[in-house]
């Protein structure tokens, strides 16, 4: 990427001739420039693929998209309350039309304006309609040096003003870090520590998809990890504060906020290869993960997975001061949940983070009695009944938990037990468990009102656990 041009061919792929025409008929009809702009013409410039076609006209955003949805059948839906933009979705790439914001009087004032210098790019789409011969190539307008940024992989905010205009850039700019694999420049990093208690001003849900966006990444731990520097993770996520400088038993090396970290960071190893850690099953895992919310809660769970310890540390003086989380895991259920409805999670989303968060001591407990003797059927199906369909996340995220506990109290060969455990686990679920739920049930509801008399209740669901459970004792 190199240069102040970008191809027409390029801009002209882009839009496709369909769209292209009915921007051309538009432009004449609403009058006003046009211009391709932010993230659009990024990832053009990086040889990326746009996720969306970003627009940007002086004013009546609202008005342009309108229009282009009628005229190509599609649906235009507004951004934002108070702000004049919108997007068409149609067969096509999601257009976004947004205006000149914050007093704006040409493309360069609004480009000064925006966050970063990597997404303060446009293009103006003008010769692409013009009764002239179309050039080969497009300038690009880059009032804040934004491609020299681009060649050097950094994140430059657009200057002070950026973070006080709207502090949900404070996030962005991590955000965009991870997403682009760009490094923070050191001056942006600086401001963002100073002005990190901003971020608690933006809409939960706003924060929400900004920490998805940054845990979907391949560098999620350590950009997380520049977040806590900055002091921005803790105004987000106050709970991991107190795993700061908290000590561990001897089967950890690292601190409880630190072990977090790591277990993010062993999250994103075992997503990356399931079949190195799992070799038995490796087939299910690929299939659990499959589903990218399926990783993303996955890394959630990694990385809060410990959040009870602060509240639950006892040193047991009778066994040599030895450090203690009992019901670390229930406690750290209870705060993940906290966390998710203040970041307005889905419900679903926060029972599933919540109880991997809850279970995941399990594993590691049945894996001490293993390597006592073996794990009896009952405990089995008790643990497959308790987790349902969660159970192969639950043992990816005891793998990533292993992995980032590298005390030298450790068991040595935790990964393969884990793998072991995981494999008969399996071998009960498919011989006993499946079996019998494909089969006749024993006995129904309609059997207890019959021939016992019972009234129907919630009792009726107990009893026909428990002889669902016995039957596959068997």
Known sequence: MKGTVIKTDKVRRLLGERLSAELATLSGGLSGPVYLTGGTVRDLLLEREPADIDLTVPTGARRWAGALSRAVHGTCVPLGRNEDAARVVWQGPDVDFSAFRLGAATIDQELVRRDITVNSLAVSLADLWSDRPVPATLPVLDPVAGLADLEACRIRMTGPASFRDDPLRLLRVYRFAAVLDFTVEPETAEEVRRRHKLINHPAAERIRHELNCILATDRADEIVSQMGEAGLLFEILPELRAGVGMEQPASHHLDVFDHCLAALAGMLEVQADPG????????????????????????????????????????????????TFYNHDREGARQAGDIGRRLRFSSEDIRVIGELVAHHMRPFHLSNVQRAGGVSLKACLRLIRDTGGLLPGLFLLAMADALAGRGEGRPEDMERELDILFARIQEVRRSHVEPVRRGTPLVTGRDLIEELGLTPGPVFREILDRVEAAHMEK
């Open 276 to 323: 190195r850690w799992y070799p038995v099953e490796a087939e299910l895992m690929r299939r659990y993960l499959a589903p990218e919310k399926n990783r993303l809660l996955l890394r959630w769970a990694a990385l809060l997975h410990d959040l009870g310890k602060p509240a639950t540390v006892t040193i047991d003086e009778d066994r040599g001061g030895r450090i």
